[in-house]
């Protein structure tokens, strides 16, 4: 029997379809058409047939290839219940009267009941099952009929209903007994057109369940055991009438009142409406909807007591008692579920929100001021530890837990300015906003001792005290939202010793070992007061790169996408905001070609981002924003790479960029499982050992041994640094025998000045582009004319290793590639590249076959 998977085995039946939130189908076992009940429970395959009984063994064998099904399975014979005994018919009409539908109950010796539907067809014929669509109301005839001050009682079953229609009672149930009501828009319409709903369900549990869903739809519960205390377990409103229960305790049960329900208020006298407590009860009740009703009902009941003006003068004199009260009164907020109990004047503060009262006219009405509508209160005062600027958080009760959300102290003491923290769920409009700001204010000066004070910054990395967060105690990091989500990714999971076992391993690849140090030595930049670095790993698909910076990232945090992982769908102004954020912790970013159309390329991203502060900003108040700062490395993957020919020496100098010719990590899925268990651990180990070394002593070393590659004084530093964190992570961490990296390790990776050098990439092009259009450069002849004739597509012409160049092709073919001619004509002047006039000039004034014009005369053989 072969091994299906389950969308093979969906591939292979028949007669596929949903069927409510179930996968049905034909069974392949018996050949019924929609029996067969498929789905899956994770990785595993769960199939039945209702009608055969076949199991997925079963089901699996039929649909084998070339297999024969097998015997259809015997259905089970079905228990003997004995004799019935019992043998009932319910009708079931229409709102016309026309009969709709049959109910057949069936009672049998051992005290079974077996239920089963019929309806006739228009042609006479018989259909054992329920017409569709179909009303699940009994007696819905009647009900359409009556008028909707009567009383409907909904009972338990057709035969309590006709019990109830026999004494006198407007009575319903529905077709499926104690289930839950179904009902159809006709029932429902009919149900809701009753003012007084009355349910009465069977003495059990799935009576009491009954109950409540008909409770929820508006009807009281009267429970049998009120009026007939011997009611048995089971027992229901048909036993309580054959054994001659009076049905005037159930027309005349008094339902118990519930405090300003309408029964409440009917109980009231004329002097209960008008008493002080009564009456400072009515206008304190908190939800104004229910305050309002309440108020409605009393006036109801005072007028038919013929003392509505009385009533009147007693209300407003109660609401101008309880406002002199309260006025100047502390209150305290009472939320369940706070973090903490402040004072807050003359605010209520409690789970129907935020407001207090104040007079309307002068009457003695009254209105709430409503700051909010969902439990808010200040939790804390967090104070920058670099700059003295305060911040605030605000927690808040909504969707069902507490959230919290922190904002500098002017915008929440702007009613502008606050409506901008609706962004964070926090519910403020410019309708409540001053009240908001009023609220808060008082919460945090009426409790100077008990509001908490929290010292933090606004990025990781060096603290001006010499610390890294987040590795300093006691330190809080807010940064709002990015920072939010990076301090839930710089943590540390698992353990130190674990992750060690998992890297170590792969220490062997030069490539990786590049990548981890160029994780390790961002932070070293600020010790030797560095320029931000860019390193960037490319290569064909499947060689193992985002694997490797995956490992690089670990020594922070979770190495996950999303997290110190990201995809570099993102502007460049989130890019340095995260990068500012991070300040002197590595940023990694995968797949950096997405972004390439974005940017026109690489370069203006790799200044910008090596800059090390962004752009400063004004906000819309006019208030200049400190700008973005950052000391970092950026740890990127591609599949080209990240600089061109035409790219800036700026840009070249920042980049150390390795080709991936071979795998970076290997055996990629279980590593990344691995460093998903363990991560982040390395990083504050690392730290104190980085403040135990003299980094600026080794640096200086490794330096000056890179210099003598040939390499550029910038790229050698960014390696140094590369190395020296390296000595550091492999001496203290890696304790093996792994011998350090030599200066031969690192010099392929390396640019040479020349590389460099726009002055020389410029001249290579030129040189390179003359030699292959030299049919456009006129060669002349001792016997030619000065002024010769010759094609009009000459752009020049060459004489020895001269080559003169019309200056607007040369202009335009080194615009084209990148270059500017004037940026690099000193420096190719001073090295002899370029022949310049006897005044000094760059152009020469000359004719080349009858063409006169401005030339360029370069040097060639000078490479």
């Given at each position: ?139 819905l ?15 338990e ?45 069977d ?24 009026i ?32 300003f ?46 003392i ?14 309880l ?6 009164n ?23 929100g ?36 305060e ?28 409506v ?17 700001v ?6 945090v ?10 010292t ?13 967060a ?33 890297v ?103 200044y ?16 200049v924003?400190k ?27 920042r ?115 003359i ?16 002024h ?63 063409a ?12």
């Open positions: 029997m072969s091994v299906l998977t389950y969308e093979e085995i969906l591939g292979k039946l028949n007669n596929v379809h949903k069927r409510g939130g179930a996968l049905v189908a034909q069974c392949p076992v018996c050949g019924d058409e929609d029996h067969l009940y498929i789905n899956r429970d994770g990785d595993k395959t769960l199939a039945f047939c209702h009608k055969c009984h076949a199991s997925l063994p079963a089901v699996l064998k039929a649909l084998d290839v070339g297999g024969e099904p097998p015997a259809p399975v015997a259905q089970a014979k079905p228990k003997d219940h004995g004799k019935r005994i019992e043998r009932i018919v319910y009708t079931y009409r229409n709102p016309d009267g026309k009969e709709a539908y049959c109910k057949i109950r069936e009672k049998f010796a051992d005290g079974h009941k077996k239920f089963s539907f019929l309806y006739t067809k228009p042609d006479g014929a018989v259909v054992y099952k329920k017409p569709k669509p179909c009303n699940n109301l009994y007696n005839d009647r009900l359409t009929a009556a008028k909707k001050t009567e009383t409907l009682y909904i009972v079953g057709e035969k309590c209903a006709d019990a109830m229609t026999s004494a006198g009672f407007l009575a319903t149930s529905t077709n499926t007994g104690a289930e839950s009501p179904n009902l159809s828009e006709t029932d429902r319409k009919t149900v809701e057109k009753f003012t007084r709903k009355v349910i009465i369900p003495n059990d549990g799935p009576g009491a369940e009954y109950g409540k869903a008909w409770e929820a739809r508006g009807a009281k519960v009267l429970p049998l055991p009120e007939w205390p011997e009611c048995p377990v089971k027992g229901d409103v048909a036993d309580y009438l054959e054994r001659g229960g009076d049905p005037e305790k159930i027309r005349e049960y008094k339902f118990p009142t519930t405090e329900s309408e029964d409440y208020f009917q109980n009231l006298d004329r002097a209960d409406l008008i008493s002080e407590d009564f009456l400072l009860k009515l206008i304190q009740i908190d939800d104004p909807v229910q305050q309002q009703r309440a108020e409605s009902l009393a006036m109801f009941r005072a007028s038919d007591l013929s509505k003006r009385e009533f009147d003068k007693n209300l407003k004199a109660a609401r101008i008692k406002a002199q009260e309260r006025k100047g502390e209150n305290v907020t009472n939320f369940t579920g706070q973090p903490l109990a402040l004072r807050c004047g003359d605010w209520i503060a409690d789970d129907e935020i407001r207090r009262m104040t007079a309307k006219g002068n009457n003695g009405d009254f209105t709430y001021q409503w700051a909010s509508r969902i439990p808010t209160l200040p939790t804390g005062i967090l104070v920058n530890a670099e700059t003295g600027e911040r605030i958080r605000l927690d808040f009760y909504k969707a069902g837990k507490w959230s919290s959300v922190t904002a500098d102290r002017s915008d929440v003491a702007s009613k502008n300015r606050i901008n923290l609706a962004n964070n769920g926090l519910e403020v409009t410019t309708d409540n906003a001053q009240y908001l009023k609220y808060i204010s008082e919460c000066t009426e409790n100077p001792a008990d509001m908490p004070r929290e933090f910054i606004d990025h990781f990395g060096w603290t001006e005290d010499g610390g890294f987040p590795y300093v105690d006691g330190l809080t990091i807010d940064a709002g939202p990015t920072g939010d989500a990076l301090v839930n990714a710089i943590k540390q999971k698992g353990t130190l010793e674990e992750w060690l076992k998992i170590r391993p792969l220490m062997d690849n030069i490539y990786l070992r590049l990548t981890v140090a160029a994780s390790l030595a961002a932070p070293l930049l600020e010790i030797i007061k560095g320029l931000p670095y860019v390193f960037h790993l490319w290569g064909g698909t499947g060689s193992g790169k985002t694997v490797g910076i995956m490992v690089a990232a670990s020594v922070w945090g979770n190495p996950q996408f999303g997290a110190m992982v990201r995809t570099m769908n993102m502007t460049d102004n989130a890019l340095v905001g995260i990068a500012s954020t991070l300040r002197n912790i590595p940023f990694f970013g995968d797949e950096l070609q997405t972004i390439k159309d974005r940017f026109n390329g690489y370069d203006r991203l790799l910008r981002i090596t800059e090390k502060t962004g752009r400063a900003r004004m906000t819309a108040d006019r208030r924003e700008p973005e700062t950052w000391n970092t490395g950026f740890i990127f993957t591609g599949e080209e790479p990240v600089t061109g020919e035409n790219s800036g020496g700026g840009v070249k100098n980049v150390i960029e390795i080709e991936c010719d071979g795998p970076v990590v290997e055996h990629g899925n279980q590593v990344v499982r691995a460093i998903n268990e363990h991560y982040g651990t390395l990083g504050p180990e690392y730290i104190k050992k980085a403040l135990q070394v003299d980094v600026r002593a080794a640096y200086d070393l490794t330096f000056q041994e890179l210099m003598k590659t040939g390499t550029t004084d910038k790229q050698a530093m960014t390696m140094a640094l590369l190395m020296v964190a390296d000595d550091i992570f492999r001496i203290y961490f890696l304790n093996s025998e792994i011998p350090g990296l030599m200066v031969k390790d690192v010099a392929p990776f390396l640019l040479s000045k020349k590389q460099v050098d726009v002055s020389e990439r410029a001249y290579s092009a030129v040189i390179d582009w030699a292959e259009n030299t049919d456009k450069f006129y060669v002349a002849h001792e016997d030619d004319a000065e010769r004739d010759c094609d009009g597509r000459i752009w020049g012409g060459r004489t020895g290793n001269e080559v003169s160049i019309n200056r607007s092709v040369l202009m335009r073919f080194m615009a084209d590639e990148g270059f500017n001619f004037t940026a690099v004509k000193k420096k190719w002047a001073a090295t002899g590249k370029i022949l310049l006039t006897k005044d000094g000039r760059y152009l020469w004034h000359k004719s080349i076959c009858g006169k014009a401005y030339y360029v005369v370069l040097v060639t053989g000078k490479m």
